[in-house]
């Protein structure tokens, strides 16, 4: 791939040392978990060592209704009040902190977890959960991030500032696996937390 940048080689990143608050699950989390559960390391997602998509790392910021600050930083790391949740590369690859693989934007737009896992597919501005053929989130030119509900309900989730131009995939696919985290951790706790799918051709 030629010389990049320390952040486009998550193998061989420089570890750092996480700062998980208690009771918190994280990325890190989910991949220990699948540890745990298939008794084996999981297999990197297909085109880990190549990597997929190219996309641009902004410096981004997006505040959540809830007051979470999210930002992504020019080296790569995503963070949440200041703890990392993951990092991304220019190379479409999603990585923990400590450089363990998360997840592969494809080329052609579908994200890629361990062991084949489908996380969902992201187009220039907006996402689909697995097994969807429409969007359930929008991040639109002004920044302003659109949550579609089951029954078409739109509701707004905070604006990105710093997203604009070719940044606006790369915003979206942070977006994308954010909210997935949270809803996956919201099914799991029964909460009645659905994958909204409404409008969206992807762009």
């Known amino acids: 791939m030629g010389t990049v940048a320390a952040v ?5 990143a420089a570890r750092r040392p996480g700062r998980y608050p208690p009771g918190v699950p994280r990325f890190r989390t989910l ?7 298939s008794g084996c390391a999981p297999q990197p997602p297909a085109r880990w060592a190549e990597g997929g ?3 641009v790392i902004p410096t981004a ?3 959540l209704p809830d007051g979470d600050a999210i930002e992504i930083r020019a080296d790569g790391r995503v963070l949440e009040d ?6 991304i590369d220019r190379a479409g690859r999603v990585f923990t902190d400590e450089g363990d693989p998360i997840a592969v934007l494809g080329p052609d737009g579908l994200v890629e977890g361990p062991d084949a896992t489908p996380l969902g597919r992201i187009g220039r501005s907006n996402a689909a959960p697995p097994g ?4 359930w989130l929008a991040v639109l030119p002004d920044g302003l991030v659109v949550h579609f ?11 990105w500032e710093g997203c604009s131009g070719a940044a606006l995939r790369t915003c979206t696919l942070v977006t994308h696996l954010i909210l997935y985290q949270r809803a996956a951790r919201a099914a799991e706790a029964r909460s009645g937390f659905g994958f909204g799918v409404g409008v969206g051709v992807y762009r």
């Open 132 to 135: 969807s053929a429409t969007a």
């Open 149 to 159: 509900a089951v029954d078409g309900e739109r509701t707004g989730l905070g604006a």
């Open 61 to 63: 910021r997006l505040k």
């Open 8 to 12: 486009d080689r998550p193998r061989n």
């Open 31 to 37: 991949v220990a978990l699948a540890l745990l559960l």
């Open 53 to 55: 998509a190219r996309i």
């Open 82 to 87: 200041g703890d990392v949740l993951f990092a």
